[in-house]
C-alpha cells in the first residue's frame, strides 16, 4: 500500500528524463599538480566503466587538503577561474561529452573564494557557484545561497557543504523547486547518516553530494557521501575509501500541486522526530 502510494506520488518508472550521475570520495595530495592527476585518473576511469556517464561530481577544494584556517596555503594552491585546472578539466568534458563538477580555492580580485565549477560537454564552465557560508576568513562570501543552472533540461541547484546548514539557503532551495541539488562536501564524518537523512528529506529533488577521503596533516576524512531521491530514500550511502558511485536518476514529469503537497508532507513529516532525537548532533551545527 504504502510503495503504490509513493508510486503514485513520484512515478519513477514512467521518467522523463534521465541522468547518469558519478559522484567521487577523492583522496587528495597536499599539491594540486598531483589533484590535478588524479581527477583527470579518475575520470577516465568512471567513463572506461560506465561509458553512458553523463555527470561526474567531486568534492568541496579538491584540488588542495582542506583547511580554512591556513590562508597562507589556500593562497599559494589557488586558482583563478577559468585557470589551468579548468582548462584541464574542460578538455576532458569535451573530449567524453560530459559534466564534470569540482570545487578548488579561487584566486579572483585580489581575495579567495571557496568555489565549484560546473563544466559542460562542449568545454564550457557554464555555472560556478562560490560558498556564502565558510567556515573562516579565509576565503572571501558570496550573496547567493544556492547557484542554479540545467544540466540535460534538469534545474539543477550547486551548493557547497556548510551553506546547506543556513536557514536561508534551507528555504530557497525548497522555494525554487529544483529536481537535482548538487551538494560538494568536505565533512569528515555523518555519524548515523543525519544530515543524509535529514537533507534527503527537505528539498523534494534528487540530492548528489561529493566528499574526500584520507588523513590531510592529522585530520582524517571518512569520505562519506550519498544520493537520494525525491521521496527521502537514501538509495547511495557509502563512507570509508576512496571510491566512485554511479546511479541512474530518474525525473518523473511536475506532478499536481494537490500531488506535491501530498509528497511534501509524507516525506517531510519525520523530520521533526528525526531532529529530536538527534538533538545533541543539531546544536553541533547551530
Given at each position: 500500500m504504502a510503495s503504490r502510494l509513493k508510486t503514485t506520488l513520484y512515478d519513477e518508472g514512467g521518467a522523463t528524463k534521465h541522468l547518469k550521475v558519478a559522484t567521487v570520495a577523492l583522496q587528495c595530495d597536499v599539491e594540486p599538480t598531483v589533484n590535478r592527476a588524479r581527477i583527470v585518473a579518475m575520470t577516465e576511469a568512471i567513463v572506461d566503466a560506465?561509458?553512458?556517464?553523463?555527470?561526474?561530481?567531486?568534492?568541496?577544494?579538491?584540488?588542495?587538503?582542506?583547511?580554512?584556517?591556513?590562508?597562507?596555503?589556500?593562497?599559494?594552491?589557488?586558482?583563478?577561474i577559468p585557470g589551468e585546472t579548468t582548462c584541464t578539466v574542460a578538455r576532458l568534458a569535451m573530449e567524453h561529452?560530459?559534466?564534470?563538477?569540482?570545487?578548488?580555492?579561487?584566486?579572483?580580485?585580489?581575495?579567495?573564494?571557496?568555489?565549484?565549477?560546473?563544466?559542460?560537454?562542449?568545454?564550457?564552465?557554464?555555472?560556478?557557484?562560490?560558498?556564502?557560508?565558510?567556515?573562516?576568513?579565509?576565503?572571501?562570501?558570496?550573496?547567493?545561497?544556492?547557484?542554479?543552472?540545467?544540466?540535460?533540461?534538469?534545474k539543477t541547484g550547486m551548493l557547497i557543504c556548510s551553506d546547506a546548514a543556513s536557514p536561508r539557503t534551507m528555504w530557497e532551495l525548497m522555494k525554487k523547486r529544483l529536481e537535482l541539488i548538487v551538494l560538494s562536501l568536505a565533512d569528515d564524518s555523518d555519524e548515523g547518516l543525519f544530515m543524509a537523512k535529514f537533507n534527503a528529506r527537505m528539498y523534494d529533488a534528487w540530492?548528489?553530494?561529493?566528499?574526500?577521503?584520507?588523513?590531510?596533516?592529522?585530520?582524517?576524512?571518512?569520505?562519506?557521501?550519498?544520493?537520494?531521491?525525491?521521496?527521502?530514500?537514501?538509495?547511495?550511502?557509502?563512507?570509508?575509501?576512496?571510491?566512485?558511485?554511479v546511479y541512474d536518476l530518474g525525473f518523473a514529469s511536475s506532478s499536481s500541486w494537490p500531488k506535491w503537497l501530498v509528497r511534501s508532507a509524507m516525506v517531510k513529516a519525520p523530520l521533526v522526530s528525526h531532529v529530536l532525537g538527534n538533538w545533541k548532533r543539531v546544536r553541533s551545527y547551530l
Open positions: 560506465y561509458p553512458e556517464v553523463e555527470l561526474v561530481v567531486f568534492g568541496e577544494v579538491i584540488l588542495c587538503w582542506y583547511n580554512p584556517k591556513r590562508r597562507d596555503y589556500h593562497q599559494r594552491t589557488a586558482e583563478p561529452g560530459i559534466y564534470i563538477s569540482l570545487g578548488l580555492s579561487e584566486s579572483r580580485d585580489g581575495r579567495l573564494y571557496n568555489a565549484q565549477v560546473l563544466l559542460n560537454p562542449a568545454g564550457e564552465i557554464q555555472a560556478v557557484h562560490r560558498k556564502r557560508y565558510p567556515k573562516s576568513d579565509t576565503f572571501s562570501r558570496r550573496p547567493v545561497p544556492v547557484t542554479v543552472t540545467e544540466i540535460k533540461g534538469i540530492l548528489v553530494t561529493a566528499n574526500r577521503y584520507g588523513d590531510e596533516d592529522g585530520h582524517f576524512w571518512d569520505g562519506h557521501l550519498m544520493i537520494s531521491d525525491p521521496l527521502g530514500r537514501l538509495r547511495v550511502t557509502t563512507n570509508g575509501l576512496e571510491q566512485y558511485q
